[in-house]
């Protein structure tokens, strides 16, 4: 099974910068793609950032030119740098992972973290 152990998050003044982080691990597993999505209260889960395995990114708009996704695939991990932050960010933020198996039957479904909170308030 694919296992997912978020860390980063918590509250951070408007302007402020904070990390997220989140490894991976399933022995029988490859990791396509990685990311993270958020959910705000009342509000639909919604795309961040995602990364390819070969370094593609991709961004939603309100993330541009603030957040920086990052991956390292040796260790399964991604990493989100937020930077500027609104008190519109405050979202619980999730880890996604796309997880192809690698032994039969090589299926291929998507796997979340827990969520951590991240609360951007003065």
């Known amino acids: 099974q694919v296992q997912l152990v978020e860390s980063g998050g918590g509250l951070v003044q408007p302007g402020g910068s904070l990390g997220l982080s989140c490894v991976a691990s399933g022995p029988l597993f490859t990791f396509n793609v990685m990311g993270w999505y958020r959910q705000a209260p009342g509000k639909q889960r919604e795309l961040v950032a995602t990364?390819?395995?070969?370094?593609?990114?991709n961004y939603a708009d309100s993330a541009k030119n603030r957040f920086t996704i990052s991956r390292d695939s040796a260790e399964n991990t991604v990493t989100l740098q937020m930077n500027s932050l609104k008190p519109e960010d405050t979202a619980v933020y999730y880890c996604?992972?796309?997880?192809?198996?690698?032994?039969?039957?090589?299926?291929?479904?998507?796997?979340w973290g827990q969520g951590t909170q991240v609360t951007v308030s003065s």
């Open positions: 990364i390819t395995r070969g370094g593609t990114t």
């Open positions: 996604y992972v796309q997880g192809v198996r690698i032994v039969s039957p090589f299926d291929l479904n998507s796997y």
